[in-house]
């Protein structure tokens, strides 16, 4: 089982649509975990960090369920700006160690 | 500069011969790492130095592949008698540490013909 698997995609979605990504990941001790964006051969972004609780910004929602090792990214309201590959990217422990990342999920907003 | 810089941004090579990947990291960021991105793949992480640690070497594919960081800062990725699957786009990462991000240099662009 690969260490963080997602759906690939493409999620093709009309604007003002809400969309939803989910991933998995394989490490019960992984301890961080991020959603990046990454766009057509740009280097990864940080879209933002999840947490426990679950965290907002904006139109994204990021929510991590620890005990069935997945975690979701919601956008609502999607923008044309939003299509992008979206990375799943996990951190086995505190600390400075390599982050693991997904091989992401393609997004196409359509107008 | 302000982000993380990579040079060459691109490099274009026969298989055989030697290529140098050079990252300079971010003023003060104590944690750099090298990952790969082959076509259509996810990010591949080959090593990363955190200050004066040993660097973990744990990511990178053969013993073709070797990094260094001199002085805390400027980091350059060798490879070795390139292979044409080295064709990738090397990213370079640095951070101030967990928890603040990664931030990602633009990459270079390998291509072994």
């Known amino acids: 089982r690969k260490e963080v698997e997602q759906d690939p995609g493409p999620f093709n979605v009309p604007e003002g649509a809400t969309v939803a990504f989910n991933c998995t990941y394989s490490n019960s001790a992984s301890q961080s975990f991020f959603w990046y964006r990454q766009d057509c051969r740009k280097e990864p972004k940080l879209l933002m960090s999840?947490?426990?609780s679950g965290n907002e910004d904006g139109r994204f929602t990021a929510q991590l369920n620890r005990a069935s090792q997945y975690i979701s990214l919601l956008i609502r309201d999607s923008k044309l700006s939003d299509s992008a590959t979206y990375l799943c990217v996990v951190r086995a422990n505190s600390g400075n160690t390599p982050l693991v990342f997904g091989k992401g999920t393609r997004l196409s907003v359509i107008a | 500069g302000a982000g993380v810089s990579q040079s060459p941004s691109n490099k274009v090579t026969e298989k055989g011969k030697d290529v140098e990947l050079r990252c300079d990291p971010i003023s003060g960021h104590t944690a750099l790492y090298w990952y790969r991105q082959s076509l259509g793949q996810g990010l591949e992480f080959l090593i990363y130095?955190?200050?004066?640690?040993?660097?973990?070497k744990s990511g990178l594919p053969s013993d073709r592949f070797s990094a260094e960081r001199t002085g805390g800062s400027v980091s350059t990725l060798t490879i070795q008698r390139t292979q044409q699957e080295d064709s990738a786009v090397y990213l370079c990462?640095?951070?101030?540490?967990?928890?603040?991000?990664?931030?990602f240099g633009d990459g270079t662009r390998l291509s072994i013909l």
């Open positions: 990462a640095s951070s101030l540490g967990d928890p603040q991000p990664q931030h």
């Open positions: 130095f955190q200050g004066n640690s040993a660097p973990d």
């Open positions: 999840v947490y426990s």
